[in-house]
Nanobody, 129 residues
Framework: VQLVESGGGSVEAGGSLRLSCEAS????????MAWFRQTPGKEREGVAL????????WVADSVKDRFTISHPNVMNTVYLQMNSLRPEDTATYYC????????????????????????WGQGTQVTVS
């Protein structure tokens, strides 16, 4: 399975970016996909999660009302719409996918648990100045 992220870049505070992630190599749908972010010296932080079947979402309090995760009608693809970006949103953003069902058993807290996700993208840098 390969996850490919796109859409990162540099933006001024208050601006917007949309990240995309596509997982290939599986003929079935992932149970869930999520976005995490990480800055040097810090642990990976959950940002948002979506269950692809039922569409339920979770978003971290730090980005609530600014970031939206969505799943278009394309298998194993998710977007992260990021509005009103702040300098503290600067990080490398990683896409993750659960094809084993661990996030279904764990529930919405899965968005905070990177160990539940088996497959990861290479990361895309978001810089807000």
């Amino acid at each position: 399975v390969q996850l490919v992220e796109s859409g990162g870049g540099s933006v001024e505070a208050g601006g917007s970016l949309r990240l995309s992630c596509e997982a290939s190599g599986y003929t079935t749908s992932a149970y869930s996909m999520a976005w995490f972010r990480q800055t040097p010296g810090k642990e990976r932080e959950g940002v948002a999660l979506i269950y692809l079947g039922r569409g339920d979402t979770w978003v971290a309090d730090s980005v609530k009302d600014r970031f939206t995760i969505s799943h278009p009608n394309v298998m194993n693809t998710v977007y992260l719409q990021m509005n009103s970006l702040r300098p503290e949103d600067t990080a490398t953003y990683y896409c993750a996918a659960d094809f084993e069902g661990g996030t279904v058993r764990a529930g919405m807290l899965s968005g905070t648990l990177p160990d539940l996700f088996t497959y990861w993208g290479q990361g895309t840098q978001v810089t807000v100045s």
